[in-house]
């Protein structure tokens, strides 16, 4: 195996493991993490908006709270399609170097990705006040054949 392929396979494996350590922390601290994520972004966003004139807004705490409230849970969602997106980039990557054509790499990458959400939904089950959603995998599918759709889409035909 070449260079390029154990860097890809690195990555992918890597990127897993990723997935998995979200997966294991309880409800409360992935919780808590996304929205101080969502209150730092709003908060610098404010901060170079207003200094740039663009606008002219000053939160209080308790408005801080109730937007931050409001984006946290579609910003997670965001973030599973986001997380499955660079995965099926990274497995789409790895069977074009292997030399799998477009059509069964973006296959490959998909159903990887489908089966990595599913045992990963299951994972959550064993973690404190997490609970697998078959939703969520869903969501984790669309965000890899958004992912591995691009790439497929994108890359040069082979002459």
Partial sequence: MNWKKLIVV???????GVIFYASSRT????????????YNGLSITLKITNKLKITDIE????NYKIIVDKLNYPLRKCAHATVYFILAILIFIFLKLVGLKRGLAFLIAIIFCFIFSLT????????DE??????????????????????????????
Wanted: net charge negative; with cysteine.
């Fill in 10 to 16: 690195f990555l992918i494996i890597s990127w897993c």
């Fill in 59 to 62: 939160l209080t705490e308790s």
């Fill in 120 to 127: 990963d939904e299951y994972h959550q089950t064993f973690v």
């Fill in 130 to 159: 997490r609970t697998g959603q078959f939703s969520d995998c869903l969501i984790d599918t669309t965000g890899s054949i958004i992912g591995a759709g691009i790439l497929c889409l994108f890359s040069k035909k082979k002459q």
């Fill in 27 to 38: 409800s409360d601290e992935s919780n808590s993490a996304s929205k101080r994520l969502v």
